[in-house]
């Protein structure tokens, strides 16, 4: 009797035993799944704290950029609009041409319609007192107001009541235009030439 009860409680402990430890070995791997998403958590944390790598541009090359910053007279990172640089930067130094629209010449009206299409999509009248008359209800004389693709108009001649220049705002008092005799280049519209013939300013991207 003595050793079927003796037999009896070794059983119940064995059993007793197995369970705490199968309960330790549930424990931990439990614990270990509670670390390894908290793990997980953090490193999501830092990523989105870690700033991403700018990726290189798709529109102009390491040197386009320089050249494009010093034109400006701005920092690199500074440059807005790569796109509009990426389209200019195959038209500088392209000729005046009066009634030219092609890369062989072309006038300031023709390379304003033509810059406006590609980057824009938008469609602008030939000459440009049609572009200026077209867009007087967006118009603006303060040149503190200008953003990069405003347009700028120009009275060559002060004898004239028609407007016979226009040219592209561009960024840090910096604008693209066909200019006669040079051609297509960026030019300082704070240089006394173009501050005495400017009249106003439009923003037609707003229509």
């Known amino acids: 009797m003595k050793l079927k009860l003796l037999f009896l409680i070794l059983i119940v402990l064995c059993i007793a035993s197995c369970k705490n430890t199968h309960n330790g070995v549930d424990q931990m791997h439990y614990k270990r799944q509670i670390e390894e998403a908290q793990r997980l958590k953090t490193q999501e944390a830092l990523a989105k704290k870690t700033p991403t790598k700018k990726t290189t541009s798709i529109y102009l090359t390491k040197e386009e950029r320089a050249k494009f910053s010093s034109l400006l007279g701005l920092k690199e990172e500074n440059i807005e609009n790569e796109k509009l640089y990426g389209t200019i930067k195959e038209w500088l130094d392209v000729p005046y041409l009066w009634g030219g629209t092609t890369k062989k010449g072309i006038d300031c009206s023709a390379f304003v319609q033509y810059i406006y299409k590609v980057i824009y999509n938008k469609n602008l009248p030939r000459t440009s007192q049609e572009q200026f008359d077209t867009n007087l209800d967006v118009s603006f004389k303060s040149q503190k107001k200008l953003k990069h693709g405003d347009l700028l108009f120009f009275r060559l001649r002060h004898k004239e009541k028609v407007i016979s220049h226009v040219g592209i705002y561009l960024q840090n008092g910096k604008f693209l235009g066909s200019n006669s ?22 923003r037609p991207l707003l229509k």
């Open 181 to 202: 005799p040079r051609g297509v280049e960026i030019v300082n519209l704070n240089d006394n030439y173009w501050q005495d013939k400017y009249v106003s300013a439009a």
